[in-house]
């Protein structure tokens, strides 16, 4: 069975961004509103998710063994700093007139009604989500960062390094799953997690779609065309969920683990490319 890699590091990097950023357009992904869109609708769903994210593993710190739990702790460190920079993205776009707060709040309902379900269901629910950004974060560092080449470049580097970094821990979530159900059949452990895919996949994508649709009215884009450009921008070129299709499928085979997609000469190239390969 895969297992994560013996050399693979979850550094913390206490990195800062767009805190002097006076060249921040309100659609700053090359003037249009598509990608602007997508991105801000992403980002929306990363301060209440990161959170969640860091609460559902946390639970489970004291219930393995020393090498995952100072995984853990590196998992927790990273994505308490998404959670930072992302809520300072965010306000940029607030900034620019955008109701984010109504976005924001949006995801916050949708886990505070996860957070009653039972410790596995939420660790489950993580794993999923987990493998969500760990492929579109797969993606984005095998294009060398061409995805962000009409972004401003403070843009383009936060979401390079939040890749980078959910590359680095995307196997923490499902190994601390795997070893908190230990003890179940693999039948149970193989039902849960799929259910708990199909159910994020879905919640995601409407969260996802009713935050886009919010911008767009806010742009006054409404009607067919706007939504036949965004699904040319997420099927057609660049087909960013075009190109994330088939990862998002292996979850569903047996025996699945996130490292099966070995994508340690993306991670190494794009950690050159920002210079923080020695940042620890």
Not at 14 to 22: E, G, K, P, Q, Y
Not at 94 to 116: C, H, M, P, Q
Not at 129 to 148: K, M, P, S
């Amino acid at each position: 069975m895969t297992t994560t890699p013996p050399d693979i590091a979850i550094p913390l990097r206490d990195l800062r961004f767009h805190r002097d950023c006076a060249d921040h357009p309100r659609w700053w992904h090359g003037g249009d509103p598509v990608p602007t869109a997508f991105f801000n609708a992403l980002s929306c769903t990363f301060p209440a998710g990161e959170k969640f994210f860091m609460d559902s593993v946390r639970h489970y710190r004291r219930s393995v063994d020393p090498a995952l739990q100072a995984q853990i702790g590196g998992f927790i460190a990273q994505e308490a700093v998404h959670s930072r920079e992302h809520a300072t993205f965010n306000k940029l776009a607030a900034d620019s007139g955008y109701n984010i707060a109504k976005l924001e709040s949006r995801t916050k309902r949708v886990l505070d009604f996860a957070r009653t379900r039972a410790r596995e269901h939420q660790l489950a629910a993580t794993c999923a989500l987990e493998h969500f950004t760990a492929i579109l974060a797969q993606e984005l560092l095998a294009t060398d960062g061409h995805d962000f080449d009409a972004a401003p470049a403070e843009a383009a580097r936060l979401w390079s390094w939040h890749a980078i970094e959910e590359v680095e821990h995307k196997a923490v979530a499902f190994d601390t799953f795997l070893a908190v159900t230990a003890h179940w059949s693999a039948p149970r452990r193989y039902a849960l997690r799929v259910r708990a895919m199909i159910l994020a996949t879905i919640i995601l994508m409407t969260t996802m779609g009713a935050n886009m649709r919010d911008l767009f009215r806010e742009d006054g884009l409404r009607g067919p065309r706007v939504w036949m450009r965004t699904m040319g921008f997420l099927f057609g070129r660049p087909g960013i969920l075009r190109r994330v299709t088939l990862p998002w499928l292996s979850y569903f085979r047996p025996g699945f683990h996130p490292w099966q997609h070995d994508d340690r000469t993306a991670l190494v190239r794009a950690q050159k490319r920002l210079g923080i390969e020695a940042v620890a």
